[in-house]
């Protein structure tokens, strides 16, 4: 009897050390993300910020950002669709800071991160002054430790 309970005990601490393994990596992952996300939207940010960004995502990467993005299907163009739209508003900001309000881990494949920002700068479709301040929240995807899926929610 005390057999099966030192082998059951050895199976649980040995799922437990997995889990937080697995959660330490995807903590990690978040902060990596953000890290890289907001340096992307830097009013100094150049082709090399937008490339730290997108390592982070699959090549299929799907991306919701409602209510200006509706479709977030994956498709195998995700990640150059992105560049595309990223590089056409490189260089908007004038000034951009974000705040990560917080972090939370589901399971082992899925992030969210909460955070507040704010920015000014012309947009570059009208030339318009642009100035707002927000609080949003990204729900990631992860597989294989990059992100396949972002969805973005207003507060």
Request: net charge negative; with cysteine; proline share 3%.
């Amino acid at each position: 009897m005390k057999l099966i309970y030192s082998i059951l005990l050895t199976c649980l601490v040995s799922f437990a050390s997995v889990a937080e393994e697995v959660n330490q990596e995807l903590k990690q992952l978040a902060q990596d993300y953000f890290q890289v996300m907001v340096a992307s939207q830097a009013p100094s940010a150049t082709n090399k910020e937008l490339e730290a960004y997108l390592a982070l995502l699959t090549d299929d990467v799907g991306h919701q950002h409602l209510p200006y993005e509706v479709d977030d299907r994956r498709l195998p163009d995700g990640k150059e669709s992105m560049r595309k739209g990223m590089m056409y508003y490189l260089g908007a900001h004038t000034e951009y800071q974000a705040k990560l309000l917080n972090t939370f881990i589901f399971n082992d494949s899925a992030i969210a991160i909460r955070y507040q920002h704010s920015a000014k700068g012309i947009h570059p479709d009208n030339n318009q002054a642009i100035a707002y301040t927000s609080v949003i929240m990204e729900v990631l995807e992860v597989e294989e430790g990059k992100v396949a899926r972002i969805r973005k929610y207003h507060e």
